[in-house]
């Protein structure tokens, strides 16, 4: 199945997002303590998925930030956040984002669900996306305490958990959702805007994040690591493009996908060098649905910007001689992926690599690559002369860096997690660009917001002395 076929949710999305659109009002109910129930948990649960994934896969978020650290897209104009000079206002409202919408909205529908699993355990499965999303970028956070009483006041005077004690509970939550959902009760039936009420690719994608979160601690707690990955592929993960966790936008006008008002407005992205030279090194055939050639007609090649320019030399490129981000990513109905059937094979690729789940590394490499190419309809041909290739295929002494690479290449459009991979694996190797605020060194984490210094600053302050260095280039745990 590839995206361009998946259209299946887009009209209940389009309801739930329009009655979204009384947002004020709406917030003022959520903010009420005394009447929990005066908001169904059919309303708050797909309100938080909406907001949560337009967030997180957004232009701000993915487009202006992590996937820029990514080096899958680069900004030819106003280059700031591709030089690591983020605006405290933006961090700042991704911050009271997540804790005052879409956290608020899933733990609520926890509450309210109480012994109806089929209600409890999709929220629980997007409350730790949510909290995975963003530990990974700011390191510790409050968690355990964060969502007491209203909206507006979450978060105030609240101690921070370490980004140890908040993997632990994203583990344990996600473990817990797959048992529930083993023997569902409830549902939320079309208001579901990712399975439509399907409680079993519900617990498919609570055990491969389960995976994916496990395989993020491989560099601080290889036990772990090892346990909770081979628990998850034992529980049943993803086992074809088809169960892919996404949300698809039904591109009417007014319910559009995150990219498309951006690239129908503004011209300041383009693809990266960084990956534009790496697939055309692979003479990889996903390089024309993830770049555009040239308008200027006399460029008959695939052009990258480097990350890390100045304005100036950035504009040098030239808009009309440089390859915008392909036609695909820029439609009003581009799905919103969370987790790709290719990410879990190349999890499962890297556990098997690693010798803690028995297998075939190598085949679950190729079909990784299978999967991913399949999403964009390359066809047959073309992935098996790719597969073919010498240097696309399997090495065991260099398998666990092909592995990277091809989830790298992969996770194109999915900022967030491609961020986080290349902190964690180091491939492909990243260089900051030349006018980079951090010099030779890569960005790899998110300050703080600076609100937090007047709402939060005892509980700021105890999080930054304990993990030592919280500037653009500390460290958060799991990738020291």
Request: net charge negative; charged share 15%.
């Amino acid at each position: 199945m590839t995206f361009i076929k998946v259209t299946q949710t887009a009209s209940v999305l389009a309801l739930l997002l329009a009655a979204g659109a009384c947002d004020e009002g709406l917030t003022d109910i959520n903010r009420n303590p005394n009447a929990p129930t005066s908001v169904s948990p059919q309303y708050l649960f797909p309100q938080g998925v909406t907001s949560s994934v337009g967030t997180i896969r957004g232009a701000g978020f993915d487009l202006t930030f992590t996937g820029l650290w990514a080096q899958h897209y680069a900004k030819i104009q106003y280059v700031d956040e591709d030089r690591y000079e983020m605006r405290p206002g933006t961090t700042d409202a991704w911050w009271s984002t997540f804790y005052a919408g879409p956290l608020m909205d899933f733990e609520r529908s926890i509450q309210l669900g109480q012994d109806r699993s089929g209600i409890v355990a999709p929220a629980m499965v997007m409350k730790s996306w949510t909290f995975a999303n963003m530990t990974d970028i700011w390191g510790d956070l409050p968690y355990s305490d964060a969502l007491q009483g209203d909206q507006a006041g979450a978060t105030t005077t609240t101690g921070y958990d370490t980004q140890q004690e908040i993997y632990n509970g994203i583990l344990s939550d996600l473990a817990s959702a797959n048992t529930m959902l083993g023997t569902p009760v409830g549902s939320y039936g079309a208001s579901d805007p990712i399975y439509g009420g399907d409680a079993e690719n519900w617990r498919k994608f609570a055990n491969s994040l389960r995976a994916r979160y496990g395989m993020r601690l491989s560099e601080v707690d290889a036990a772990k690591a090892r346990t909770e990955v081979t628990a998850a592929f034992a529980a049943g993960v993803f086992t074809s493009n088809a169960d892919m966790a996404m949300l698809v936008y039904p591109g009417d006008g007014s319910n559009d996908a995150p990219f498309f008002n951006n690239f129908r407005t503004r011209d300041d992205h383009r693809v990266s060098a960084t990956l534009v030279d790496t697939l055309k090194a692979l003479g990889d055939p996903r390089l024309p649905v993830y770049a555009r050639l040239p308008a200027d007609p006399e460029v008959t090649t695939y052009v990258g910007v480097p990350n890390g320019l100045t304005n100036a030399a950035a504009l040098a490129y030239g808009l009309a001689r440089t390859s915008k981000i392909g036609t695909y990513f820029s439609q009003p109905t581009t799905p919103a992926v969370l987790m790709s059937y290719a990410e879990v094979l190349f999890i499962h690729a890297e556990a098997v690599a690693r010798g803690w789940i028995p297998g075939d590394a190598a085949a679950l490499y190729r079909q990784g690559i299978t999967a991913s190419m399949q999403q964009y309809g390359i066809s047959d041909a073309g992935i098996a002369a790719y597969l073919a290739q010498p240097r696309v295929a399997y090495n065991a002494a260099t398998g666990q860096q092909q592995i990277a690479l091809q989830k790298w290449i992969a996770l194109f459009n999915q900022g967030a997690e491609a961020y986080a991979e290349v902190r964690r694996t180091g491939v492909p190797a990243l260089r900051p660009g030349p006018a980079a605020l951090t010099g030779n060194r890569l960005a790899t984490r998110l300050e703080y917001p600076s609100s937090e210094q007047s709402t939060n600053r005892a509980g700021l302050e105890a999080a930054a002395g304990r993990q030592g260095d919280v500037s653009l280039t500390g460290r958060v745990w799991w990738n020291r």
